[in-house]
């Protein structure tokens, strides 16, 4: 084993967020600019730039934290890079104009565990968000990396790994929320048809449309799956094990390549771990781009380099998985949070979360919402904490409506609701699901049947078509939602559609098919009315089915207060605007596409919509 | 003497399994032949010793003629190879001895090839014909009489 | 066993089946269309969904593919089973109208239309998989999959281009239940590799209808499982068991005393006759092919057709095909003018054809035999007397235009005629079959010119060979019918068994034998033997000769130096004898 080299003392370090998110603002050009002029201030003996993972706070990137001191900067140009170091890190002065400032106030709040949204994060599977540069294995292992996976491997034996993850209460984090300890029990308790050869895989396909958890965790902290995964290992005597990730993700992938070579460098992988005696390594396995090998059985078929479709279950992976052996399959997620239960105890866990969810849970705030981001908040928080506490609220001042959890899979919640404790049952018993936790906002410029179609819309194109119900059944669901959305529904349709989403609830082969119809159960329990709008009144009360858009001009407004200013007439693509200067317009219905864009250009708001 | 009186006498060795038959094939075929050659008949052409074809032309043959099984067809295998080997030997011994090679004749006659038997003794007696009576004893024949 | 309840019935079954199968079993019948009792259940078409009632409440199972548990309690036909079993079929037949599973199953469940849109009112595949499971798990080749997902799944091979993998067994379009796959469509989509000929039978058949036995035999050419080592399904339905794939030839040694040799006859190949035209001209046939057209087994059922499926007007058979002919076998054949005669009046029989009979003579040998033929000049069956030289299609007026033209010369009322007939049968005649001369090689017999066996005696020995102990039965011996051939049989049989039941052997009386005063120890002798029937002894110094071995060759004896090796029978001084006989005066 390597020794660990004793890093140069620096007065500074600037951790600069460079997930996927904020590399794609520039943060990288931040970083530039930021050696650039700690060096032209020749501060480089002092200051030391570290690039890490995501910080979660996407919605104000690019960003960095200063340490110590915890002091966030957020929204950072280029141009603001030499003000900023000369203030603070010359002189010492923190830049207050480069801190966050919640909406509607005017105070800066410099450090960021007070900042609201930082505040009621619990971080256990991002516990080294940003703090280390993930793809410095030395880092990971001084924020005690590797420590429980060494305890496991030397004090302790299977069966106690296992207890101890069952006592921990760990569900599963992909989305099916199974027992964690109890599904390792079961693998461990199989018996596999080849020798004594039993799989281990982390599923990192995650698919569901917006969701990005599992890509920031291997982005950030590609070690705490590893390590979580060696543990397991060790609980159900794994001989190999097999990473899949979704090829989408180059930069999980090259971090993930990077932190496994690192690790069997350092002898914390591969052949005798630790001295151990045990043997173990992980394969990296690439996605081909279907949201299906998401889901377990067709994940380990594609493994195998069979087509990508899901098995009947029974027999279930613990079972007969990949080449028939018990295959143990657990989610990014649930992996990182293995060496923390064992490094502080299932006590600890269990402590966190409500009776029947322990621990936490990542989700991705996005949507209609002020802090879009990634989160990490103990189950039994409420909707409410997380959407206003946490989420800075909806922009705008806008009404909050509904929000989608479990992606595709899930359902929509209503603003009744709001007061839901988020753990698997309550979400469940609400209609929707934990999923693998997207958390998609919603306010009232939100049309719930237009959401219904969009996740159709997803299910549809990614099902893999094997059985019936599933491969005619969502297209029929979304060629009928299609229709409503362009206000040629009818009352039959309805039936239909609630016919169909049972059958194909009932009879669908995998969990794709039979959540397929959630989106559109859902919101037809808590949004009928929105449903009945559009087929009875050919109407769409959040204006965003565009077909069924009546756009007028209110002629007063229009020549009092926009003196026929003609910049509507001059924007419409369909010449459906008659009217000249300083005169009123009206909009010619025959000709009117409902393109929206009069309603967009019109300063005063002359341009009404219906 | 004269060739046109001349009568050669021809003394044939004839295997048992091939030519004997072929022979008497000619015979029941009813096939006519010059009756000049005398048949011997023996169980293979590998029997036919030197000594028998010498004996014979010392008593006063004119030719002789070994007749065995077609080569690959000897029903006890090899014996007609044996033969072929004293034949080709013994021709030239005969040569030195001043006898004609042309009056040892060696065949392979099968035993459905009555029709080859009767050419070969009209084409042998014609030969022989030709190259008239062998008289190579003079003197007391039993001086050489074997006890 | 497991306890379960299905319909409301309790029932015990045993462990390790389906609930398929458990229903199955009670009669109770469960719609599928993607379910073959011969591959792995796929649970794929939704349709054989049963309602499973727990204290937790119901869900739907797949009943192909779901194994019994205690205590389960199924309905197969409950209200919710039902509501998906026919949203399902209503579905699907939408997706593939064209499909009579389909359809006859929606009108099992009364669906009489579908609610939804029909891409394609000509599509017959409902996607089941079955081809796909075929190719990959009962033969093996794994060359057609599922491409694209969702609305645009289909089955196709890698690309949609011609595989490599493909065999051309057809499988796919065997198991395939709605006929989507049709060996036509295969041929059109390149699937089928060119090389291979189809055929129209499987690798597993029954030679023919009459086979003796009627046992199946694997054409390994064809077979599946020795192209990739899969398939196996004969054997494993065969419930006796059978079929064993692995069965090699087997060479047995049997030690035996007397060896009858029947191997039987070649039919002459009348394409050596090009002016006859056979193999060139359609509807000139052989013998043996009338035969086989006449039987009633034959691929049109006895019916005498011609090769476009007409009867025909007028038939020529034609005597003497390639026997009593210099250019061929100088011989005849004996039996061409009977069979000829026979087919004569099977026509008569069969046809109203008018019958042309060309002949060199009529052998009617044996018993009844004349008065067959006799029969058959009253029935009117025309005789000509000639030797046909040649059979043409060349019309020269148009009573002869699509007919077949014998040129003959009706030696009897000396004109050179040419009679258009729509059939001619060649009598071809029979020769040594195909390996004879191996055989006589094998054996160490001798064949006569015209490459039958050699008898040991034509009159006398009919059915012994110069070899003691092996015997003649049948054409192989020379061309024979049906009772003569059943008595030179009889004959062998008889010989044969007579040799083992002497209980005795002579040996031969002409071994050879050596002096041992004489013999010198040279051995000259030893090598020669081509029995190894002599051996050194080294102790005495004399070489010495086993009587059991030796044939009675006499090549020892003619190269014995000394003279210690001698023929009984035919020493030097017998054969000196015989030479000095031949000129005493």
């Known amino acids: 084993m390597a020794k660990i080299k004793k890093e140069k003392e620096y007065r500074v370090h600037l951790m600069v967020c460079a997930g996927t998110a904020c590399v794609s603002n520039h943060s990288f050009e931040i970083k530039e600019a930021l050696e650039t002029e700690i060096k032209k201030q020749d501060l480089d003996n002092e200051v030391l730039i570290v690039t890490t993972g995501c910080n979660g706070f996407c919605e104000r990137g690019p960003l960095l934290v200063v340490q110590p001191g915890n002091i966030f900067y957020q929204t950072l140009t280029t141009k603001d890079i030499p003000h900023l170091v000369e203030e603070h890190f010359l002189k010492g002065r923190p830049v207050e104009k480069l801190m966050y400032i919640p909406p509607e106030e005017k105070t800066p709040i410099p450090v960021l565990s007070d900042i609201d949204f930082f505040k009621k994060q619990v971080l256990i599977a991002l516990r080294n968000r940003g703090l280390i540069d993930p793809e410095k294995i030395d880092e990971y292992i001084a924020r005690d990396g590797y420590k429980a996976m060494a305890k496991a491997l030397t004090s302790m034996s299977p069966s106690d790994i296992r207890s101890e993850i069952q006592k921990s209460g760990l569900r599963g984090r992909g989305g099916g929320g199974f027992p964690t300890g109890l599904k390792w029990e079961f693998v461990s308790n199989a018996v596999s048809s080849n020798g004594n050869v039993k799989y281990l895989v982390c599923n990192g396909d995650e698919g569901d449309p917006g969701a990005f958890m599992d890509r920031s965790i291997l982005e950030a902290d590609p070690h705490s799956v590893i390590e979580g995964m060696v543990i397991g290992a060790k609980a159900i005597n794994a001989t190999q094990g097999y990473a899949y990730v979704r090829n989408e993700y180059p930069l999980a992938l090259n971090r993930l390549y990077k932190a496994l070579d690192d690790a069997r460098e350092y002898g914390l992988l591969g052949k005798n771990i630790l001295g151990s005696g045990m043997d173990f390594d992980i394969k990296i396995v690439r996605g081909a781009g279907a949201f299906i090998c998401g889901e377990e059985t067709a994940l380990l078929s594609s493994i195998e380099g069979r087509l990508g479709e899901p098995k009947p279950r029974p027999p279930y992976p613990a079972e007969k998985g990949l080449w028939g052996c018990p295959t143990l399959i657990n989610n990014v997620e649930t992996w990182a949070n293995i060496a923390p239960i064992i490094n502080r105890g299932a006590k600890w866990y269990s402590h966190i979360g409500t009776e029947t969810s322990k621990g936490t849970k990542v989700f991705s705030l996005v949507g209609k919402i002020n802090n879009t981001g990634l989160v990490e908040v103990p189950m039994g928080i409420t909707l409410r904490e997380i959407i206003y506490d946490i989420g800075g609220g909806i922009p705008g001042g806008r009404e909050f409506k509904a929000v989608q959890t479990g992606g595709p899979s899930g359902g929509c919640i209503p603003k009744e609701k709001i007061d839901l404790p988020i753990d698997y049952e309550s979400l469940s018993d609400a209609g929707s699901m934990m999923g693998s936790g997207g958390m998609v906002v919603m306010d009232e410029d939100t049309c719930m049947v237009d959401v219904a179609r969009y996740f159709l819309s997803f299910t549809q194109d990614e099902s893999c078509g094997k059985c019936t119900p599933c491969r005619e059944g969502t297209k029929a669901m979304l060629d009928i939602l299609t229709r409503i959305t362009k206000g040629e529904g009818t009352d039959e349709d309805l039936t239909l559609l609630e016919e169909l989403a049972v059958s194909i609830k009932d009879s669908a082969l995998c969990g794709l098919g039979k959540t397929a119809p959630n989106p559109v159960l859902t919101t037809m329990k808590y949004f009928r009315s929105e449903y009945e709008a559009h087929i009875r009144d050919k109407k769409c009360p959040a204006h965003t089915c565009r077909d069924l858009n009546v756009y007028t001009i209110d002629e007063d407004i229009c020549v009092n207060t926009g003196h026929g200013c003609d910049l509507c007439r001059r924007n419409c693509a369909s010449d459906a605007i008659l009217g000249e200067r300083n005169q009123p317009h009206q909009i010619i219905q025959d000709k009117c596409t409902k393109c929206g864009v009069c309603y967009d250009v019109c300063k005063f708001g002359a341009v009404k919509v219906d | 003497m004269s060739s046109e009186n001349f009568d050669p006498t021809l003394i044939g060795f004839l295997c048992t399994w091939c030519s004997y038959t072929g022979a008497d094939l000619a015979g029941t075929a009813r096939m006519t032949y010059s009756p000049n050659i005398r048949i011997i008949r023996v169980m293979c052409s590998g029997r036919v010793d030197p000594q028998f074809v010498i004996k014979a032309f010392k008593e006063g043959a004119d030719g002789i003629l070994i007749s065995g099984c077609h080569p690959g067809d000897c029903h006890y295998k090899e014996g007609n190879y044996k033969a072929l080997r004293r034949h080709r030997l013994l021709r030239k011994m005969l040569e030195q001895f001043g006898i004609e090679k042309e009056r040892l004749r060696l065949e392979w006659v099968s035993a459905a090839e009555g029709a080859k038997f009767q050419n070969v003794c009209d084409e042998f007696t014609e030969q022989i014909k030709e190259l008239g009576p062998l008289n190579i004893m003079k003197g007391d024949i039993n001086e050489y009489r074997e006890a | ?585």
């Not at chain 3, 299905?6 to 462990?15: A, M």
């Not at chain 3, 239309?113 to 081809?131: A, H, N, S």
């Not at chain 3, 030690?255 to 191997?263: F, K, N, Q, R, T």
């Open chain 3, 1 to 585: 066993m497991v306890n379960l309840k299905i319909d409301g019935k309790t029932i015990q079954v045993e462990d390790g089946i389906t609930i398929l199968q458990a229903a199955e079993q009670q009669e109770i019948k469960i719609p599928t269309l993607c379910y073959h009792p011969l591959m792995e259940p796929y649970a794929a078409c939704r349709v054989c969904v049963v309602e499973s009632i727990s204290g937790k409440g119901s869900e739907l199972v797949t009943s192909c593919n779901t194994l019994v548990k205690n205590g389960m309690e199924i309905q197969t036909a409950s209200d919710k089973a039902l509501f998906a079993r026919r949203m399902n079929v209503e579905m699907l037949l939408a997706q593939a109208p064209a499909a009579v599973p389909v359809q006859e199953l929606a009108k099992e469940l009364g669906i009489e239309k579908t609610r939804f849109k029909i891409k394609d009112p000509d599509e017959k595949c409902i996607l089941c998989g079955m081809c796909v499971r075929a190719c990959e798990d009962i033969v093996g080749a794994s060359a057609i999959s599922f491409l694209q997902r969702g609305q645009h799944r289909e089955v196709c091979t890698p690309f949609g281009e011609q595989s490599e993998a493909c065999i051309g067994c057809t499988a796919c379009a065997f198991f395939c239940p709605t006929g989507a796959i049709t060996v036509e469509d295969l041929h059109g989509r390149k699937v089928i590799h060119s090389e291979l000929d189809l055929g129209p039978s499987t690798a597993i058949r029954v030679p023919i209808r009459q086979a003796v036995p009627m046992v199946p035999f694997i054409d390994e050419e064809a077979c599946i499982h020795f192209k990739t080592g899969e398939c196996k399904i004969c054997s494993d339905v065969c419930q006796k068991e059978a079929i064993d794939h692995e069965a090699q030839d087997e060479e047995i040694e049997l030690e035996v005393g007397s060896i009858i040799l029947a191997s039987g006859f070649k039919s002459f190949d009348p394409s050596l006759i090009p002016a006859y035209g056979y193999g060139r001209l359609d509807n000139v046939i052989t013998a043996l092919e009338f035969e086989r057209l006449v039987n009633a087994s034959s691929p049109t059922g006895g019916k005498i057709l011609l090769s476009n499926g007409e009867e025909p007007k007028s038939v020529g058979i034609i005597h003497c095909v390639g026997s009593r002919d210099e250019n061929y076998n100088e011989y005849c054949s004996r039996v061409c003018c009977m069979y000829s005669l026979k087919f004569a009046h099977l026509l008569k029989e069969k046809t109203s054809a008018d019958i042309y009979d060309f002949y060199i003579d009529m052998r009617c040998f044996g018993k009844g035999y004349e008065e067959f033929y006799h029969r058959l000049l009253h029935e009117g069956t025309k005789f000509i007397r000639g030797r046909v030289s040649e059979v043409s299609d060349m019309a020269l007026s148009k009573e002869e235009e699509g007919k077949l033209i014998i040129r003959v010369e009706d030696t009897l009322i000396g004109v050179v005629r040419r009679i258009p007939v729509d059939m001619v049968i060649l009598a071809t005649g029979l020769e040594p079959g195909t390996d004879s001369n191996q055989i006589a090689k094998v054996f160490n017999i001798s064949c006569s010119q015209d490459g039958f066996f050699l008898e040991r005696h034509p009159k006398l020995a009919p059915v012994s060979t110069f070899s003691d102990g092996i015997f003649l039965a049948g054409t192989c011996q020379s061309p024979k019918d049906i009772p003569d051939t059943v008595a030179q049989a009889g004959a062998a049989a008889c010989e044969a068994l007579a040799l083992a039941d002497k209980g005795k052997f002579d040996l031969e009386p002409i071994t050879a034998e050596i002096d041992e005063e004489l013999c010198a120890g040279c051995q000259i002798c030893v090598g020669l033997c081509p029995f190894t029937a002599i051996t050194y002894d080294k102790e005495k110094g004399i070489s010495e000769i086993n009587d059991a071995l030796c044939k009675g060759c006499g090549t020892c004896v003619s190269a014995c130096p000394s003279g210690a090796a001698q023929q009984k029978h035919f020493r030097d001084k017998q054969i000196f004898a015989e030479i000095e006989g031949i000129f005493i005066e």
